[in-house]
């Protein structure tokens, strides 16, 4: 069983399928896809998905409108827990096909960095999970081919999050920008 503690080998009938022959890609993605839009379903076009929406974004005026917060912020991090389970299924049982001990090191806060450039919607954090996953497969080729240390790609990574959250807010006024102003004939920018 190697050095480190560790499962034995997950069965051949027990693993997720490959999707591409001599790639890693694996029916997982297909399974967080299909996560994914549904979670975008619930969050955007249920009650309960309105209801967490509000206790995310301001537990006690969903308190004070009549919302149950402590309960919807309980099954939402069932929920999350489940989401959780499954990425980490999806990760043995179609990739490593056994347990290690601290399999998955530090994937928690990618998922901050993806959830932020993703701005908190499922389908952005499908786009965002994608983006930074090209980053670090990029990051560790350019490492291997050319030298670069692969900390190059963790500060790009941590200056695009910066970016992200420093914009996020601010939405412009494009005639302001093109000199055409409002009917006033002053131009401004909203904040």
Known sequence: NGHYPQTDKVLATARLPKLVANSELHAGIILGLIGAVILYIVLQKTDFGYQVRCVGSNPEAARTSGMNAKLTLIVAMLVSGAFAGLAGTAE????QHLLLE?????????AIAVALLGR????????AAVFIGVLRTGANTMQIMMGVPVTIVYIIQAVIILCVLAFSN?????SSLLGRGNKDGNSKVVN
């Open 170 to 174: 601010w939405k412009i006024n494009l």
């Open 102 to 110: 601290n399999f998955s090191p530090n994937t928690g806060y990618d």
């Open 92 to 95: 043995v049982l179609g990739y």
């Open 120 to 127: 908190l919607n499922p389908l952005g954090v499908v786009l």
